[in-house]
């Protein structure tokens, strides 16, 4: 397994600064988030964003924030979607090849909404047509269930609606803060086929109730009550192999200087992952041994 970090652990910290203090830190592969992508390429090129990895030895391998695209409908579905089809223009200019799509809360951002069997039926199909799309710019999707999401709150139904959706392209996204908080067991994980796992996140959480808990209370991973060790020893079992991410999303971490949460970040990576924790691209390896990375080359 390779550890990686999502620049959302680093939110506040200036793009352009991000991929220096992952190399400080010890880092070879960052997660992007979309958004802060976005901001950064107001009046400057992918290219430009693309060098600054490169410059450090940090490769793109995946990037988050995508949703939307699942239970929109009418005038808000092809905002969403032309959306997406613009992100993936930029993945596939920045050859990262995971987007991970979060699984709806609601249409249009409501709360009080109720699914039916057709919503499911409709949200099976929309994941079946993004990873269509995703796979012919050479990106898989990885779709990540929330504890919040009245259609997908659980591993066992992100693997359902991956299975029903009918495209190859389509894996899960396990986050260990939604697998932890919502209604998903250790027990899911066994038997799946290593390749239906797309990508992982991991975080920990303490001191607070599983139904209470929000993003802002994501700890360095170790430090408390998520296990993860049974998640990682599950994972290895069914053969994944593939990233694991760092994915942070507290204010409180945002304050202290980037440098020193990648550093922390690293450290607790470490000690989670143990024997499993292989290295990546070394820094200053350069675009050639980040596209054999990427190829699963040396």
């Known amino acids: 397994m390779r550890a990686c970090i999502s620049q959302v652990s680093t939110l506040m910290n200036p793009f352009e600064a991000d991929a220096s203090a992952y190399r400080n830190g010890g880092w070879s592969a960052v997660e992007l988030w979309l958004t802060k992508l976005e901001t950064f390429l107001e009046g400057r090129t992918v290219a430009e964003a693309a060098g600054l990895f490169e410059s450090s030895g940090i490769v793109p391998v995946a990037a988050a924030g995508q949703g939307g695209l699942l239970l929109s409908r009418d005038a808000g579905r092809p905002i969403h979607w ?15 090849p995971t987007l991970i799509l979060a699984a709806d809360a609601a249409p249009g951002g409501g709360t009080s909404w109720t699914p039916g069997a057709d919503d499911l039926a409709r949200a099976a199909v929309a994941l079946g047509e993004a990873a269509e799309l995703a796979g012919s710019m050479g990106v898989r999707i990885a779709l ?11 591993l066992e139904t992100a693997v359902a609606m991956v299975a029903q959706c009918g495209s190859p392209n389509a894996g899960v ?7 932890q908080t919502g209604p998903s067991k250790l027990e899911d994980l066994d038997g799946l086929p290593a390749e239906l796992i797309a990508w992982v996140q991991v975080c920990d959480l303490t001191g607070v109730a599983r139904e209470l808990a929000g993003d802002a209370d994501r700890i360095l991973p170790g430090d408390g009550e998520i296990p993860l060790l049974a998640i990682l020893d599950r994972l290895e079992a069914i053969g994944y192999d593939g990233p694991v991410s760092l994915e942070l999303l507290n204010p409180h971490l945002w304050r202290i200087p980037a440098d020193r949460v990648a550093d922390m970040g690293r450290q607790a990576m470490s000690r989670v992952l143990g024997r499993r924790d292989t290295p990546g691209t070394p820094a200053g390896q350069g675009q050639a041994g980040a596209d054999a990375d990427r190829e699963g080359g040396p």
């Open 82 to 96: 032309d959306h997406f089809r613009r992100r993936l223009d930029l993945l596939a200019e920045l050859k990262t």
């Open 144 to 154: 990540e269930f929330q504890k919040t999401s009245p259609i997908c709150a659980c």
């Open 173 to 179: 996204c396990l986050d260990a803060f939604h697998f």
